[in-house]
């Protein structure tokens, strides 16, 4: 039975499912991924490499796993994460209590209003998030205004394997053993039945990177990471 809900009612419905699951939220990410997230997100944050004294943005930051890579690229500049799942941040504290004279911040707002003026970040990072926003080319929007000319962009969200072989594993694991493992390690096995349902519907890379480039986004280009299971993103502003 799909519990995808109507898109009008997607953003309450993400919100309360974050806010559900927020304090088990890192701990079951580790274990589903065989602990490759940490990887990926730093891939990621490569990608943009922000400058040290900058200004980098983490969209959908949640509990804030992209902060402390993105603050000791900037060093002495500024790590900003939003999200509108207030409970997730309030986990992800003592991530930033733990970052001993960086600065790094939580913000509470939408991805798709960032409350942010135009050409304010040197890099942005989004990781899992467009799959649960309602406008996918509104956050990257967003976000291009947001960036300064110069800057970069990187989003990464799960993807289909390609190979049939690898896909069929990929399957079975998503749909059967990942909702199991959000029941035992999360305590909520809906929200992750709701994942691999999102990803199904979620544009394949190849999509993602034109309505990035219809976004304004420029140079854009795309990998696909750990047997495809995940693909990552970026694009510059010019
Ligand atoms: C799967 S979590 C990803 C968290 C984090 N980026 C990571 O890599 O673990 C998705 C996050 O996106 C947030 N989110 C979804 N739609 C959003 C929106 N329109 N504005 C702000 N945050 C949003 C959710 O609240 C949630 O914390």
């Known amino acids: 039975m799909s519990v995808l809900p109507d898109s009008e009612e997607k953003a309450a419905y993400v919100e309360r499912m974050f806010a559900r699951i927020a304090t088990g939220y890192d701990r079951v990410n580790r274990v589903m991924t065989f602990g490759l997230d940490q990887g990926w997100r ?20 949640g509990t804030g796993d992209f902060l402390p ?58 990781g899992f998030v467009m799959r649960n926003v309602t406008d996918i080319g509104q956050a990257f929007r967003e976000m291009y205004r947001v960036t300064r000319p110069g800057g970069a962009m990187a989003c990464l969200e799960v993807a289909r394997p390609r190979s049939p072989l690898v896909r069929f594993g990929h399957r079975l694991y998503f749909e059967g053993v990942v909702p199991w493992i959000g029941q035992v390690l999360g305590g909520d096995r809906r929200a992750y039945t709701y994942l691999p349902q999102s990803a199904r519907a979620f544009p394949p890379p190849e999509r993602l990177a034109l309505m990035m480039r219809e976004a304004g986004w420029r140079h854009v280009t795309y990998r696909l990471h750990s047997l495809g299971a995940v693909a990552i993103h970026v694009g510059a502003k010019v």
């Open 42 to 61: 730093r891939t990621v944050v490569h990608q943009v490499a922000p400058p040290v004294g900058g200004r980098a943005l983490d969209v959908g930051t």
């Open 69 to 126: 890579e993105l603050a000791a690229w900037l060093q002495d500049g500024l790590a900003v994460g939003i999200d509108f799942t207030l409970p997730m941040m309030i986990a992800g504290r003592p991530k930033l209590q733990a970052l001993e004279g960086a600065r790094a911040a939580f913000v509470d707002g939408d991805a798709l209003r960032l409350p942010f003026p135009d050409n304010t970040f040197d890099a942005i990072t989004t």
